[in-house]
């Protein structure tokens, strides 16, 4: 896949931004942001992405999502909608707790990124991961749907098939 941050895709100065996040809690999240050239039905398309990693507090990595903001594609579905994508939550013999709270923490931190940057809230994709045992389960959309609930997202249907999007309407603050 094109868009990891994988050491086989580094060009040397292609990342133009490094981001130390911390939460209340006093965890860690990096955030590193890359400016690619890709190619899409064979013309280049430029995206800028951010790539985040949670640091748990045994100083494991404990997640990773990518942000995602199409700057050359118009359409309604990437048009000014920076975008979460690739987000998983790590949950090896979790007995400490350890990964609580660390996707919507990653989700949060995100949208306040994009606001930074962009002015712009963040959107969800409409492609959720799913889980690794409960093939029916979508760990992510479940994260999602509880902001919602909290009045910190609003569901809204994308395309003509209507799938399931979010984005941040209401941030608490920090």
Known sequence: MNRE????????????????ITSREGLPIYAAKQLKNLTHNNRPE?????????????????????????????????K????????????????????????TLRILSMNALSQMIYQLPLHSSTHFLHDEIDRLIQP?????????????????????????RFVIINPPTP
């Open 46 to 78: 430029w995206e800028e992405s951010t790539y985040f990693i949670n640091i748990g507090p045994d100083n494991l990595v404990r997640g990773y999502s990518e942000l995602r903001l199409k700057l050359s594609r118009p359409s309604v579905f990437f």
């Open 140 to 164: 992510q959309k479940l994260v999602w749907e509880k902001l919602v609930q909290q009045g910190i997202a609003q569901k809204y249907p994308e395309g003509e098939e209507g799938h399931d």
């Open 80 to 103: 000014n909608k920076p975008l979460e994508q690739g987000t998983y939550t790590y949950n090896a013999a979790d007995t400490n707790n350890t990964r609580k709270g660390l996707s």
């Open 5 to 20: 941050a994988h050491p086989d895709n580094y060009q040397p100065l292609n990342f133009n931004g490094l981001y130390l």
